[in-house]
């Protein structure tokens, strides 16, 4: 068990070296040991070959430029870089369920049905009026997640709040604004 509470204190201290530092060696020795590892992670979990590679290089890239917010108290290394690695697959899944450009419609499209314009105006304003009538903390959550376009860790960053946190609050949020829209 001591070998690797010393292995986890080294890479705390290469961590801190490259916050502090940018060393550049400790910066070698992370990347070379943990790399390969994300790569491995992100191939298990789906990501063809190169889209592997090129995410385990952004995610040590980010290790890089953002080693000041890793904070020891809260989460290993490795927990820290795999939670990186694991957004990062998040971001490329989202990036890849939207549209294309050339798979959007061009030109003047249809004048929509009025029942259906009708339909949809009092649709919103009962969204809207659901919406103003949650917790104000669940709406600010909604409000960042849907309207913000943020991620639930670009929230946690933003708020200060846990994950599982900011989870729960939206899920509740969501059940609430679906029985409103019943």
């Not at 080294?10 to 961590?15: C, K, P």
């Not at 040991?33 to 995610?59: I, N, T, Y």
């Not at 490329?92 to 798979?103: A, G, I, S, T």
């Not at 917790?135 to 960053?157: C, M, N, T, V």
Request: aromatic content about 6%; proline content about 4%.
């Amino acid at each position: 068990m001591q070998e690797s509470d010393g292995k986890r204190m080294q890479w705390v201290d290469h961590m801190v070296r490259i916050r502090d530092d940018r060393d550049q060696a400790a910066f070698a020795a992370l990347f070379a040991h943990f790399a390969p590892r994300v790569k491995g992670f992100l191939m298990k979990s789906g990501a063809d070959a190169s889209l592997a590679e090129e995410c385990a290089q952004e995610v040590m890239a980010t290790c890089w430029h953002k080693a000041h917010m890793f904070d020891p108290a809260r989460a290993s290394v490795a927990t820290w870089i795999f939670t990186i690695a694991r957004n990062r697959k998040i971001d490329v899944l989202r990036k890849q369920r939207r549209p294309e450009p050339e798979d959007l419609g061009w030109g003047p499209e249809e004048e929509p049905d009025q029942a259906d314009v009708m339909a949809l105006q009092q649709e919103s304003e009962q969204l809207g009026q659901a919406i103003a009538e949650l917790p104000e903390a669940q709406r600010e959550l909604i409000q960042k997640a849907y309207f913000g376009d943020l991620s639930h860790s670009e929230i946690a960053a933003q708020t200060g709040l846990p994950l599982g946190t900011i989870k729960s609050r939206i899920r509740l949020a969501l059940e609430r604004l679906r029985h409103a829209m019943k």
